[in-house]
């Protein structure tokens, strides 16, 4: 989920300096005519201790005229708010028709350290979680525009930050910045965020994720997606209806992919390679028996550019396998019976018995990277497609009963080149080039955005995506059956 | 919640088969053009044993083109859907494009029974429910039109029902039409239902609830609800958007209102009042300030039809309670601020401490009353407002922190009219009657809808209706009394 925002991407001072005025003035126009507009806007501000929420409060409230705008802060509750439903002071905050509200942490942050420090379960956790998703809907249903911030650190980044603020200020001021006791839980609350995350970002009320390692970059983020959300809850409400906006809450100015940080220069010699295999095919043999006994099923899915090498990937797993266990499903465009249904139904359908293996080379991803990328679904489709595939793998996997898989198999574009000329030079492989991937490579560009959404929103606490160096396909084939055995080993171990 | 549907309601042989060719016609042709549109239709029939679900299957079997129809029962799961997530045969059992899909208890009956049983607790039944609410919600958004039926008995009216099949049929045929033990248990089985329709009676994917008393008044409902949804449907296709239709699902021809089955014959005299009253007055006293110390709140609200008396009853109860305890809030049209916000956010506001008691003369009803029958808010809005309020009373009662007690005052017609012009001819009372009052007298048969849909949709398990007959204004303010003293003193024995 977070991996898009820790590349710890740099903005350059000047271009910094040019965009940022540009936007303010923007910001401030749009707030001014979505006053006139009188559409309520509400910002919720959360994240990392040091990542700078407080800043970024400062910074919009110096953007923006503060006549319309109010700042609320959620403290440990007040004696009146204790003796309320917990959502009173909530209700309180909401802005006005024509007016912002700035929520710093909103409905979250109390309750990421609820779960963070162990003061309520998951079940307490996840039904919370809901009923802030109906709260949000009930606000938008009824006009209020409100996007969710996650401002980000490493864990890295967070002790550098935390180093940084502790020698500039003295610690009697430096402690109310960074909460020393959340910086050591610093995991127990990114995975607190990242399970509320999942459940809670809806089209109608999306969170937004930060990389606040540089200053400039995270203040350039945070601002351009205010503008684009005042800008579209403008546009939306002069057409007449209002519009969920998450599809323009993407930045638009160069910025890295979690792609581009990818090694590919990773690889294995031949030898090494033939040892680990076998070693690696034999250890999947005992597993997936192991798994079979215990009634556990294994999903492995494969998405990946064309040439990839998923194909050959999936011969090698297979290979390890009985093949009374498992059986792959090649993922091609739907059947005319498959079209009219819901895009789930053909993937529900092929949901194994447990115990058994189910490889899909190609998946229900295809709603939000191909379907996409060549408009077979609108952006309201694939903008809510994100929730409900994080829905679908929670069916599949809450009971531990199905070990989910999910690999993007990633190669350079130059490697791709090289991969389709080979393959019209090779007799025996004509037939796996076709006019559409040399298509499909025109829009490289259009899928990486796709793919960072896709992990941005879809790697989860409870299905993560395993990204995988391919340009050496030897490399990514012992990558693959190593993450596949090392989970279903640990997995294995609880039943 | 199913007093809407205990009525008992009768319909005339010769109404019936008029009617009934009628509607079946129009179904077929429905059926046909939703083919041709490729819409996908799902009905869940659903319901207390008895009540005539098997015959409704046949029914509609038998009215419509099965080439486009199946039927699919969800028996105790097979081996083959054990080993799989839940979903997975729900999923199977889904409509394609342009056909319908009949579902026997679909996604709810077992959990019913489930709860009923003991078998799972509430909290668990909640996230099942909520589960429910966001899959049909997938559904609605990916196209499917769905409607879900609750054919309901009273008890005494299923005691009936089991009487007559079990002198029809031989016991060996009986006990498959009426299974004995969950007759036994039918207060269980009605709760969970009443539990399940309040969170999960969504615009998107409405329950509709059938008095199955007689025969041929379900017949017809629940016909004449499919007409209106598959040509909803179609409608809203030509349209080129996809529409929540619950608007039109109520049925048309001449129902009964729950209000024409309030006795308001029943009066108290004048000696008996005064005794009663003072003995209730006393007691409220002891109970809200014992109240007030177990940090208690009640929360009255009143909705009635102009002139019913809700003020003298507000002032026989704040008699009875220590004016430091109590606030009474008058709810008026809305002013400018709270116009500005969510409908509730003026109800948030003045949620009162624990502790308090706090009495709204009118209040968020005027959502689905006043704001549906002048058109203040869209069929979309007072439709969703439902489920915003069933949440909402969620929030306010979840910890048993307050006691919600909501009275409709009901009078006749004719009474309303002998109060508007003794009003008219009474110096002193002048000013309480207004040419507003006569307008809404006007539209006295769209409130009774309003309030006919408001009882169903709201009065639910954590909080109830209670209508009060008027006519006898001492007769209504000691059975308000009644009311608020008998729940305050068993809740109160809780904490």
Redo the contacts between chains.
């Keep these: 989920m977070f991996e898009l925002v820790e590349l710890e991407k740099k903005i350059d001072k000047q271009f910094y300096e040019e965009k940022i005025q540009d936007l303010r003035q923007r910001l401030f126009f749009a707030q001014l005519e979505a006053r006139k507009l ?1 559409i ?1 806007v509400a910002i919720l501000i959360a994240g990392v201790d040091g990542a700078g929420r407080g800043e970024i409060i400062n910074l919009i409230t110096e953007f923006m005229d503060t006549r319309y705008l109010k700042t609320h802060t959620f403290w440990a509750e007040t004696e ?1 708010e204790r ?6 002071r909530y ?2 905050a ?1 802005p ?4 912002t509200s700035l929520l710093f942490g909103g409905w979250y942050e109390n309750t990421f350290l609820d779960l963070a420090y162990g003061r309520i379960d998951l ?1 307490r956790f ?2 919370r979680m ?2 802030r998703v ?2 949000e809907r ?2 938008f ?4 525009y409100l996007v969710k911030f996650w401002l980000h650190l490493s864990e890295e980044g967070q002790k550098k930050k935390v180093k940084k603020i502790y020698k500039e200020y003295p610690e009697e001021i430096a402690k109310f910045r960074i909460n020393k006791k959340n910086v050591k839980h610093y995991k127990d609350i990114i995975d607190a965020a990242a399970r509320s995350i999942r459940i809670t970002d809806r089209v109608e009320a999306p969170w937004v994720l930060v990389d606040a390692y540089d200053w400039r970059n995270r203040n350039l983020n945070v601002i351009e997606t205010l503008v684009n959300l005042y800008e579209g809850a403008i546009k939306s409400h002069k057409e007449g209806v209002q519009k969920c906006i998450t599809s323009n809450v993407n930045i638009s100015y160069d910025y890295p992919s979690i792609l581009d940080n990818v090694d590919l220069s990773v690889f294995i010699n031949k030898k090494d390679y033939e040892k680990e295999l076998e070693k690696l095919q034999l250890k999947l043999w005992g597993l997936t028996w192991q798994a079979h006994q215990k ?1 556990i099923s294994t999903i492995i899915l494969f998405e990946g550019w064309d040439a990839a090498g998923k194909g050959g990937c999936i011969r090698r797993i297979t290979k390890g396998i009985d093949s009374r266990l498992y059986q792959v499903i090649q993922v091609a465009a739907p059947t005319d ?1 498959e ?7 053909r993937f ?2 092929h ?5 058994f293996v189910t490889i899909y080379d190609r998946s229900w991803y295809g709603r939000v990277l191909v379907e996409r990328v060549e408009n077979f679904a609108t952006p309201e ?1 694939w903008g ?1 497609a994100y929730s ?1 595939i994080n ?1 679908f793998e929670e ?2 996997t ?2 531990g ?2 070990l989910l898989f999910k690999f993007w198999l990633h190669i350079s574009k130059d490697e791709q080149l090289k991969r389709f000329k080979e393959r019209e030079s090779t007799p025996l492989k004509q037939y796996k080039i076709t006019e559409e991937d040399w298509r499909n490579r025109e829009k490289w560009d259009q899928y990486k955005d796709a793919v960072d959404d896709m992990v941005a929103k879809t790697s989860t606490d409870i299905a993560p995506w395993y990204i995988i160096p391919a340009n050496d396909k030897k490399y990514a084939r012992i990558e693959v059956l190593k993450t596949i055995c090392d989970r279903m080993e640990n997995h294995l171990k609880n039943f």
């Design positions: 009188k309520p009146e003796e309320r439903p917990p959502f009173w209700w309180r909401l006005a028709a024509g007016t079940d996840d039904r809901q009923r109906r709260f009930s606000l249903n009824n006009g209020t009634k019976e079209k009219a249904h819901h895009y789930l139904w529900w359908r949901v194994p018995r447990f115990g489709e809510r409900e829905d069916q599949l809450q009971y009963k199905i």
